[in-house]
Nanobody
Framework: QVQLVESGGGLVQAGDSLRLSCVVS????????MGWFRQAPGKEREFVAA????????YYADSVKGRFTISRDNTKNTVYLQMNNLKPEDTAVYYC?????????????????WGQGTQVTVSS
C-alpha cells in the first residue's frame, strides 16, 4: 500500500509559476511509475507528466511540454511538478498517482493509487 499527499496548489495569474509536491509514503516510489494528472470541471481526467519506474525517463502531455517539469527527490520520497507560464486552461484539480506497471502508461484508469488532489486556478 502507498499513500500520496499533494500540496502546492493555489490561485495565480496567467504567466505565473507554481510547484506542486507529492509526498509518497508506504513504499519507495522506485517501485512505481509516478504520474501527475489533472481534471478540469466537466472534463475527464487527463495525463500531464510522469516518471518511469527508474526515474531515468520522463513523459509529458503535448499541452504542457516546455512549460512543466516533473522531478523527484529520492531522499524525501517526493515528486514535484514545476509549472511555468501558467495559462487559464491549466486550471484544474491536479492529482499525483502511482502505477505498479513496469512501463509508462498515460491512461489514468491504469494507475493504482491516487492522492486527494490540489486545486490550481489560473486567472487571465
Amino acid at each position: 500500500q502507498v499513500q500520496l499527499v499533494e500540496s502546492g496548489g493555489g490561485l495565480v495569474q496567467a504567466g505565473d509559476s507554481l510547484r506542486l509536491s507529492c509526498v509518497v509514503s508506504g513504499r519507495t516510489f522506485s517501485n512505481y511509475v509516478m504520474g501527475w494528472f489533472r481534471q478540469a470541471p466537466g472534463k475527464e481526467r487527463e495525463f500531464v507528466a510522469a516518471f518511469s519506474r527508474s526515474g531515468s525517463s520522463t513523459y509529458y502531455a503535448d499541452s504542457v511540454k516546455g512549460r512543466f517539469t516533473i522531478s523527484r527527490d529520492n531522499t524525501k520520497n517526493t515528486v514535484y511538478l514545476q509549472m511555468n507560464n501558467l495559462k487559464p486552461e491549466d486550471t484544474a484539480v491536479y492529482y499525483c498517482a502511482a502505477d505498479r506497471a513496469l512501463s509508462f502508461e498515460s491512461n489514468p484508469g491504469k494507475y493504482d493509487y491516487w492522492g486527494q488532489g490540489t486545486q490550481v486556478t489560473v486567472s487571465s
